[in-house]
């Protein structure tokens, strides 16, 4: 069994900082994307950063309201997924996720789609 667990989330100022740390956990032997998503309250889940480490080579995207500000990096080694947050902002309050997609577990298993449970931002004065 594969699952993500999320730490580093907590209360910020305006212009403040966190990192945000997922660590993947169980029989991996590759995971094609980690990515971070949001949910704000009575919002949609949304895409805040990716990262492929596929065939098809490395790279990482960003939603447009967080470009400059946030950083994804990931380490394949600990099967970890990192998003550096600078320069927070109010509307970038709400709950963050993990997620990986296209975890190959073994020459059997594959899961396309696994999540994180979630761990809380809280931007304010």
């Known amino acids: 069994q594969v699952q993500l667990v999320e730490s580093g989330g907590g209360l910020v100022q305006p212009g403040g900082s966190l990192r945000l740390s997922c660590a993947a956990s169980g029989r991996i032997a590759r995971i094609d994307v980690m990515g971070w998503y949001r949910q704000a309250p009575g919002k949609e889940r949304e895409l805040v950063a990716r990262a492929t480490s596929g065939t098809s080579g490395d790279a990482t995207n960003y939603a447009d309201s967080v470009k400059g500000r946030f950083t994804i990096s990931r380490d394949n080694a600990k099967n970890t997924v990192y998003l550096q947050m600078n320069n927070l902002k109010p509307e970038d309050t709400a709950v963050y996720y993990c997620?990986?997609?296209?975890?190959?577990?073994?020459?059997?298993?594959?899961?396309?789609?696994?999540w994180g449970q979630g761990t809380l931002v809280t931007v304010s004065s």
């Open positions: 997620r990986a997609e296209g975890t190959i577990a073994s020459a059997w298993i594959t899961y396309p789609d696994i």
